[in-house]
């Protein structure tokens, strides 16, 4: 897939607010302080230029933000969890506005969620990927900031070590580096093809 156009169409900040439009979705999700928003500058091809809002203090994104590409989908950047600091009453707002998106949008097609390599997965990772699972939204997951890993590190296999604490298969797992580049080109492939089905079915 070639990026031809990037355009932001709007914020969602309330369940039942209607969508910026009635173009095919893909939402991006993650913790905090995951390098969400790097990731998708880096994807979208704009490591320079910033699309996505990227900032030193986790938690930026406050809202499902919708961004139109090529005219033909919405990339959907989803609000983080954990390490934002803010109330725990502002941080359930966000899981509720998040968890309402995930099962009443029909033009959802896929989620891409992101794990940082350097770490196990947490409890709240596994927790969202089941609920993923239970939606039955097709799922991929990216590692994070692996050009941060030595040589060792990833030679013990740490897609492996995420398939099992996440439950998902190994074809499912993209090693990504917003830095390098590393699996962006992958990312956009599987985006691609779930776009792909969108059009056969």
Partial sequence: MVIRS??????????????????PQIAFAGRSNVGKSSLINRV??????KVARVSASPGKTQALNFYEINHAFFLVDLPG???ARAPKAVRDSWK???????AGSDMLRGVVYLVDSR?????????????????G??????????????????????SRGVTSGLGV????????????GEGAEELLGAIEALLELEQKA
């Fill in 169 to 180: 298969a190994e074809e499912q797992v993209v090693a990504s580096s917003a830095r390098t």
């Fill in 81 to 83: 969890s954990g390490y």
């Fill in 137 to 158: 939204v097709p799922t991929l997951i990216a590692l994070t900031k692996v050009d941060k890993l030595k040589a060792r590190e990833r030679e013990r296999g740490v």
């Fill in 96 to 102: 509720t506005l998040v968890r309402s998106y995930l």
């Fill in 6 to 23: 990037v355009e932001f169409a709007g914020s969602v900040v309330s369940p039942g607010q209607p969508f910026p439009g009635a173009l």
């Fill in 119 to 135: 770490h196990p997965p947490t409890a709240g990772d596994q927790e969202f990927v089941a609920h993923l699972a239970e939606t």
């Fill in 44 to 49: 979208l091809g704009r490591p320079r230029r």
